[in-house]
């Protein structure tokens, strides 16, 4: 069993914002920050950065969170020493005081047990797939396919932050609520809200799928760990 130690830092806002506002907070956090600070955007003069991004925008509770991984701690400095006492949110100016700040250190691994998860507005498909998809008829093929690329999710996110898996993976979806269309990147997307349980203990809010950056995909424990194994 190969484990890995991961640092985070959760910093909730006090004042709430309306979930179509997130992108505009981002967008104020990247131009406090310096756009030069690639972390906080994974854009380059040549295009996207194809990691797991290690600053994350989020909207938990109605309210505006930044979480930052590893190596996006070190980083997120450059927001808090030219942070005013406020943003702009497109032409509404909104005021910064912190409610919660968290920083702690979740171990990754693979477990013979089971927890329990809900993920929300998951960006699980990409073109290719979205007409796969799409081709299977019963809900039984489709589960599957999901459960499929969930766990490549995971796989993905466990090689962003350097976490080698050496065991398998488990999971299964549990129920599953109506898909419904998302604007992400001026293309609709299906986005999905899922319940699963999976042999892998994740820190609470981290993000699975497209677009986690931008608070999507979040997933959230649902209760305590289960005492039966898959």
Not at 2 to 19: D, H
Not at 81 to 88: F, S
Not at 160 to 184: A, C, H
Request: charged fraction near 25%.
């Amino acid at each position: 069993m190969t484990a890995r130690k991961i640092k985070l830092l959760q910093v909730t806002f006090e004042n709430p914002i309306s979930p179509w506002e997130l992108p505009a907070f981002r967008g104020a956090v990247i131009a406090t920050a310096g756009r030069q600070h690639i972390l906080f955007h994974n854009h380059i003069d040549e295009g996207f950065v194809y990691s797991y991004p290690k600053i994350q925008y989020k909207q938990i509770a109605g309210k505006p969170m930044l979480m930052s991984i590893d190596q996006g701690i070190d980083e997120i400095h450059h927001f808090f020493e030219n942070m005013q006492l406020g943003l702009m949110l497109g032409e509404r100016p909104y005021e910064l005081k912190i409610e919660k700040l968290n920083l702690n250190q979740f171990t990754l691994q693979v477990w013979d047990k089971l927890w329990e998860y809900r993920i929300d507005n998951w960006l699980a498909l990409n073109q290719k797939n979205h007409e796969e998809y799409q081709k299977l008829e019963s809900l039984s093929e489709r589960l599957q396919f999901l459960e499929r690329t969930l766990k490549g999710n995971i796989l993905s996110f466990a090689k962003g932050v350097e976490w080698t898996v050496q065991d398998e993976i488990r999971l299964y979806i549990k129920n599953m609520r109506e898909p419904r269309l998302i604007s992400f990147k001026g293309k609709k997307l299906l986005g999905f809200s899922v319940d699963f349980a999976c042999n892998v203990f994740f820190p609470a809010y981290i993000g699975l799928g497209k677009g986690v950056s931008q608070g999507y995909g979040i997933v959230k424990q649902r209760r305590e760990k289960l005492n039966s194994d898959l």
